[in-house]
């Protein structure tokens, strides 16, 4: 399984950013699935998650700001981030879960300027 994150960059406060990851190997249609950040210096935290029925979850810090989704046939995730604040500067990564084991992307940076 590999997995592939791509649209990070530098965006002033306010601005839109949407994150893609591409998964190879499996597909996003199970349990399991979600962007987490990092930023300098703090643990890693949930974004938001996307589960096998298409149902999604949220950190509160991100409602109503980011949208989670994937394709139909389940090998691209998305994050739509909206109305980005200097605090969603991070690395955002995104996750899959299959057979028990738990693969990551390799991180795209965000960063947001105020």
């Known amino acids: 399984v590999q997995l592939q994150a791509s649209g990070g960059g530098l965006v002033q406060a306010g601005g839109s950013l949407r994150l893609s990851c591409r998964v190879s190997?499996?597909?996003?249609?199970?349990?399991?699935n979600g962007w987490y950040r990092q930023a300098p210096g703090k643990q890693r935290e949930l974004v938001a998650e996307?589960?096998?029925?298409?149902?999604?979850n949220y950190a509160d810090s991100v409602k109503d700001r980011f949208t989670i989704s994937r394709d139909n046939p389940g090998k691209t995730m998305y994050l739509q981030m909206n109305s980005l604040k200097p605090e969603d500067t991070a690395s955002y990564y995104c996750?899959?879960?299959?057979?028990?084991?738990?693969?990551w992307g390799q991180g795209t940076l965000v960063t947001v300027s105020s």
């Open positions: 996750k899959v879960v299959r057979w028990g084991t738990t693969f």
């Open positions: 190997g499996t597909t996003f249609r199970f349990n399991g």
């Open positions: 996307v589960s096998n029925d298409g149902s999604t």
